[in-house]
């Protein structure tokens, strides 16, 4: 069965530390890859995403995620975090060979001190 | 900006009452969905429709039903509600194009309470 994982399910970092999310994905063919993030209290929203060309992503409020295909990895990245990246972070990958074969990660919760 | 309308954000039902919630997207979207958000679970698939009238059981559609009979609407409905079905519902929708298949974006959710 395709699967996607989050090891880290509860991360706790200090303001202006470095953050590194890992999400691997089980399906060797070719993907779609995203990331969602979800603030406290409001709605999952789209950070980043890959569908093609260049593996290294940059998205929204300074996160970016590399697509290493020999890894089947997608790990988000920030250099520096600030209290207000507090939130559950959801990786998801879409194969590209139906319809539906959209698959989330558990999740994982980033809380940061300030 | 897309936007996805779900109608209750909180309800509190009792045990065998029957649920609806609705969702409606604003973007002339083909595909939507419904999930259920439970701590340590992640999202898992309720249920999707890729067009009107057209659906599709995702990971755990028993206890749930759905109806898609607007392009705009997508509801989905508990028959009878049972305590392990209180949890968060969110609705999503996609655009999907020519084989292109967008992100999801997702509404507020539903966060049902079954006593």
């Known amino acids: 069965a395709q699967s996607v994982s989050q090891h880290n399910h509860h991360v706790i970092l200090s303001e202006a530390a470095s953050l590194e999310l890992g999400c691997n994905y089980s399906?060797?063919?070719?993907?779609?890859l995203f990331w969602y993030v979800q603030y406290p209290g409001q709605h999952l929203q789209l950070l980043l995403k890959y569908f093609s060309g260049d593996p290294l992503v940059k998205g929204i409020k300074g996160f970016e995620a590399e697509f290493i295909k020999s890894k089947f990895s997608f790990n988000l990245r920030k250099p520096s975090v600030q209290w207000s990246d507090t939130a559950e972070y959801f990786c998801a990958v879409f194969l590209r060979t139906g319809a539906n074969n959209l698959f989330f990660g558990t999740g994982t919760r980033l809380t940061v001190i300030p | 900006d897309v936007k996805v309308t779900q109608s209750s954000r909180y309800l509190v039902k009792r045990t065998g009452e029957k649920v609806f919630l609705e969702c409606v997207q604003d973007?002339?979207?083909?595909?939507m969905f419904w999930y259920r958000q439970d701590p340590g679970l992640g999202l898992r698939l309720i249920y999707f429709?890729?067009?009107?009238?057209?659906?599709e059981k995702g990971d755990i559609p028993e206890g749930y039903s759905v109806s898609r009979e607007k392009k705009e609407r997508f509801s989905l409905i508990l028959e009878s509600a049972s305590t392990n079905q209180t949890s968060m519902y969110l609705c999503?929708?996609?655009?999907?194009?020519?084989?292109?298949?967008?992100?999801?974006?997702f509404g507020e959710g539903s966060r049902l309470t079954v006593l």
């Open positions: 999503a929708s996609r655009q999907v194009s020519g084989g292109y298949h967008g992100e999801l974006f």
């Open positions: 429709s890729y067009d009107v009238k057209m659906k």
């Open positions: 399906y060797g063919g070719t993907v779609n």
């Open positions: 973007m002339d979207h083909e595909n």
